[in-house]
């Protein structure tokens, strides 16, 4: 039995992942910004296998007491899936400022505040695996989502730079697009289901390698151009 934490696990793929999780048996630590519905569900249904703190990923505050409240057992995979579409308009000739500084964070600095927070409980073979997009892929032929792609570029470098100062330590990470995932954020057309989804992050996370920590792929395991 594995003990994972999930953010963003509400709605949408973190809620297919701790679904999928606890069916597999998983201890599943929930961190949504606030619990949904089918969340409560699913933890009420669960056994006590899975266990819900919130945790708004761009409070420090918020997500030291979520990892101090849902206790000290040693975690084997770590997911950061909470994310924002940020504003969406066209700003070439304006932008709000303060939605591009929640965006960022919540994407780049929400996932390092995370891992800060659960480190001290991570040891060799533990895996994070981060959530981004091909919007934030350098080579991908698309304009517009300014805040979100710049925000999701920086998690894929950032995710990169934390791979290699933790490989002495042995915590594997990843970088992963989803796919076009039918969610709030991806719409009812999108290619995907959210457990689609869930099971690629699922497999990326039982086959990941130390000395493939840092890389980027889509969900379907293929490599992603950066």
């Not at 201890?27 to 249904?45: D, I, N, Q, Y």
């Not at 979100?148 to 970088?175: E, F, H, M, Q």
């Not at 457990?195 to 699922?202: D, I, K, Q, Y």
């Amino acid at each position: 039995m594995a003990t994972v934490v999930i953010t963003g696990a509400a709605r949408g793929i973190g809620l297919a992942l701790a679904a999928q999780h606890v069916a597999a048996g998983d201890r599943v630590l929930a961190l949504p910004r606030k619990a949904s519905t089918e969340l409560e569900a699913l933890a009420a249904s669960s056994g006590g296998r899975l266990t819900i703190h919130a945790c708004d990923v761009a409070r420090d505050a918020s997500v030291r007491s979520a990892a101090a409240e849902s206790g000290d057992a040693p975690v084997d995979v770590l997911y950061n899936v909470a994310g924002v579409s940020g504003p969406v308009a066209n700003e070439l000739e304006g932008a709000d400022w303060d939605a591009w500084n929640e965006t960022f964070a919540i994407m780049v600095q929400g996932p390092l505040r995370v891992l800060q927070a659960f480190l001290p409980r991570m040891s060799e073979g533990s895996k994070v695996i981060n959530v981004t997009s091909q919007l934030g892929a350098s080579t991908w032929p698309m304009g517009g989502f300014y805040a979100y792609a710049a925000a999701k570029a920086g998690l894929n470098r950032l995710t990169r730079s934390l791979a290699i100062d933790l490989k002495p330590r042995g915590v594997i990470l990843g970088v992963v697009h989803p796919g076009w995932v039918q969610t709030e954020l991806g719409g009812p057309h999108a290619q995907i289901s959210p457990e689609e989804s869930a099971a690629g992050l699922r497999k990326l996370a039982e086959e990941w390698m130390l000395e493939d920590s840092g890389e980027f792929r889509k969900w379907n395991g293929e490599p992603h151009a950066w």
